[in-house]
């Protein structure tokens, strides 16, 4: 909802601006989890990754806000400048989305870190439990240079994917010292080389820059975006929660995240 004209001019004081407003003031002394995903050109369908990241969180009761900030992705809101929480688009009862191509240079500050990225999405959206970001290697080099994260990074079933997905597992290695990745394969289940992918992966990284690929997970794009995630996913996932509590990576299992009360209506996003 867009504030009306003269909420722009209420006395300072006089209680919340808008929504967004109030929500930041509910949730203001609580930190999302943020998921950085790297972006890869090279996938056809890293869309649909992001849709089934998000349905499989919000179907265990998260609240979860996608930012699309991708070199591909959909140009911002003109409002972004300004008025962030107002680009926030809620597109089903737990996920929202933003789309936010080139935003992250925007909170560039003078020693080249773009963390301040992180902090204005937070304020934008107080209620989300999850960001997704989903940038260029580049962005998540600048927002991630003094924050701990393991990257998640993006590859197909062909060559030119996985080649890109490691260059960048070397640019954060190397710019960020981040020195554990996740990849997440968007592939059919059928695929051969979808095993030996993950290994040939893993074993560049080690051997040649010292870094350590945790987990491999596979999205088939012919998949069903309601079935249950398989078990590799689930680990990769619920790894990825325990860190901001330092916690051990947990077993693979189907319920890796304790449900919370949630509508049973989850519509399923669709992203642009």
Known sequence: M??????????????????????????????????PLVANPHVAFSGLVLDRLAAVLAAHGREVLVVDAGALS??????????????????SPRVSYLPAR??????????????????????AAPQAEIVLLHAEGQDLARIFR?????????????????KHAYANLKLLARRCELMTFDLLLSASRLSPRARSIGASLAECAD??????????????????????????????????????????????????????????????????
Do not use: K, W
């Open 2 to 35: 867009q504030p009306s004209m003269q909420d722009f001019y209420a006395p300072a004081g006089t209680g919340p601006l808008d929504q967004a407003d109030g929500l930041r003031r509910l949730f203001g002394g609580r930190r999302s989890h943020v998921l």
């Open 74 to 91: 959909p140009l911002p809101h003109e409002l972004a400048r300004v008025d962030l929480g107002a680009c926030v688009e809620r597109l």
């Open 102 to 123: 080139g935003l992250p240079t925007l909170h560039v500050d003078t020693r080249g870190s773009a963390a301040g990225f992180i902090d204005a999405v937070q304020c």
């Open 146 to 162: 003094r924050r701990p994260a393991r990257p998640l990074l993006i590859g197909a079933d062909h060559p030119e994917s996985i």
């Open 207 to 272: 051997r040649f820059l010292g870094a350590t690929l945790l987990h491999t997970a596979l999205i088939d794009p012919a998949g069903a975006l309601d079935q249950a995630p398989d078990d590799a996913l689930s680990a990769m996932l619920a790894a990825q929660l325990a860190l901001d509590d330092g916690l051990a990576p947990a077993p693979a299992a189907a319920g890796f995240m304790p449900p919370r009360p949630a509508s049973q209506n989850q519509n399923r996003p669709a992203y642009p």
